[in-house]
């Protein structure tokens, strides 16, 4: 990936609306050719102004924009190399499919007989063949997704962004509908960035994520690093579930760190080599915890706790963990045998307990 | 059928003699004897003159009181009255004109106001209603007053310019009003797909302008061409408009000349708004767009 050159870059973007909103602050952001990326964060914190900054539609208050190293600082949306899917699809009312997938080539000037065989071409790749002459309002949502996707694939774009493309479909739909995005990203070849506020689409999706928040790049890896890695409180419990505890350095022990939790009164080791000192957290995600009846022996972190409710999933449970000082943990509980645990009863006593490697430190 | 077996439910057999009452749930108003008479009456109160000034244009008595048969005599006889005549073709050259500028002034004013943000925005946006909500008689008595102050002869040209000024904010509301409705990422879309601004206003926002602009032409053509108070301000001798024309004749007697001059009218604003309905229909079945 890192050979691979890069076709956006984004330098030190900053966007304000009026005197006292920053929604995009200083931004430096560099995206390979032929990537699936993804920009994640909650709502309003500057994503989509990102993206439609990449697009033209917005200008930067400061900073620039590099589309296959040219500035694109006063290009008009029009002659940027880039298409976009938008959040409402905006598929033409009053067009048939073909001439929604044709308008971008019929506007530019390319000949009939060409926008004909390329039309065909694009609704195939999307698996639109045989709705030529519908009209949109004769199309379900998903169908009107895949004509914006067509319509924006067919201008043969360096660069597509997609804007919550997703967002407004049923969640089987949208579950299809991110390994479709995912087999057209590779079929064609083409830098996808898309806009999402949900972490299960970026990741799923993605080759690297971008997580923003309150217009500050977070975050910036691959779903793996981001996940099992989360360099910051806030990315930690953005991205999927996770058990934070609050905690405070007590020294270095066997090159592992020594913290104590908070409102626990007892020590845990660690391993971790960045810097920390005074209040960090300490994480450790639902799935990587173990119950057990009796004490887990070796190295393990363990705690004895009291089972506190617990929530049934299907494939998993939820369970609540906690013990007389105000501990509480979630555990990850995989349904694997058809029938009911008999030990987990809210209100036992168990052990719950994780491996020292699987603790996150979160100084940030 | 759901109300009829619930009601065969509620009558128990052993009650035989009760005459069965159809129930109607508490919204059904248009199933209730009492609504239906008040309905009926609003029509016979609408419609009914209009019926019998159209039937009695068929008249063939002098008065417009007794039955006597039926002719096209008056049709006739208004077709040669030359100043009645004249009226009619001066209705149809100001109400012509004045629906084509005030569409175009009214489409782009609609537009502008949905569309940007300027300076004193919503001053511009109350003021430019005001022709609206301003009684009629003022506007025409102020339109008078300022033709004659600027010694512009009163004639077809200030009746047309007149009819343009109060008819503006009404194709402006509706343009508007179809225009809340539109999505903005239509016209970036067309941006991004490289199209400029032209083109994206052709081939995107006006399609999708269409029935709000011929919603509002029709509007301000009917508004024009039965316009009394203002015209009667605003004209001058020669040029005389229908509304003008058929009241002066009034004022000596009502004939069935009368009575045919005005069923041309109606006739001519019927055909033209069914017209309008039709292709309106036919656009928005094609468009998925939401009838105005």
Known sequence: MTEKKSIISIRNVTKRFGSAVTAVDNVSLDIQEGEFFALLGPSGCGKTTLLRMVAGFENPTKGRIFIDGQDMSGVDPNHRPVNMVFQSYAVFPHMTVAKNAGYGLKVTGVARKEIDERVTEALSLVKLSGFESRFPHQLSGGQQQRVALARALIKKPKVLLLDEPLSALDAKLREAMQIELVRLQKSVGITFIIVTHSQDEALSVADRIAVMQAGKLRQTASPIELYENPNSRFCADFIGKINLLEAEVAGVEDGKLLVEIKGEGRKIKVPYDGEAQGKIGVAIRPEKLRLSKAEPEGEAIKFLMKIANMVYYGNASHIYMEDARGLCLTVDFQNEARTAEPSIIIGNEMWVSWQPEDTLVLVE | ?292
């Not at chain 2, 009650?15 to 069965?20: L, T, V």
């Not at chain 2, 490289?194 to 083109?199: E, K, M, R, V």
């Open chain 2, 1 to 292: 059928m759901t109300g009829q077996s619930s009601a065969q439910i509620s009558n128990p057999p052993s009650i035989k003699g009760r005459r069965r009452k159809k129930r109607h749930t508490p919204l059904e108003y248009t199933k209730k004897r009492w609504f239906q008479f008040l309905m009926l009456a609003n029509f016979i109160f609408l419609y009914f003159p209009i019926i019998a000034l159209m039937a009695f244009s068929f008249n063939d008595s002098r008065r417009n009181i007794m039955w006597k048969g039926f002719t096209f005599k008056y049709y006739i006889k208004a077709y040669y009255n030359e100043s009645l005549f004249e009226a009619f073709i001066n209705s149809l050259i100001v109400a012509g004109i004045s629906t084509v500028v005030s569409t175009l002034l009214g489409a782009m004013l609609g537009l502008a106001l949905c569309r940007f943000r300027f300076p004193a925005k919503n001053a511009f946006d109350g003021w430019i209603h005001l022709p609206i909500i301003i009684p009629e008689i003022c506007m025409g008595v102020a339109m008078m007053a300022f033709f004659s102050r600027l010694n512009i002869s009163l004639g077809l040209f200030t009746i047309t310019v007149s009819h343009i000024a109060f008819t503006i904010p009404f194709v402006a509301v509706v343009i508007r009003s179809r225009m809340a409705g539109y999505d903005y990422a239509l016209e970036e879309s067309s941006r991004d797909l490289g199209a400029n601004q032209l083109q994206t206003f052709m081939y995107v926002t006006f399609p999708y302008m269409v029935p709000g602009i011929v919603a509002g032409a029709l509007l301000a053509l009917t508004l024009s061409l039965d316009d009394f108070v203002i015209t009667f301000f605003t004209s001058g001798p020669g040029s005389t408009t229908l509304p003008i024309k058929i009241f002066s004749m009034v004022r000596f007697s009502v004939t069935p000349e009368v009575n045919a001059a005005s069923t041309v009218l109606i006739v001519m604003t019927l055909i033209l708004a069914v017209t309008t309905m039709i292709i309106m229909s036919r656009k928005n079945r094609k468009n998925g767009g939401i009838a105005i």
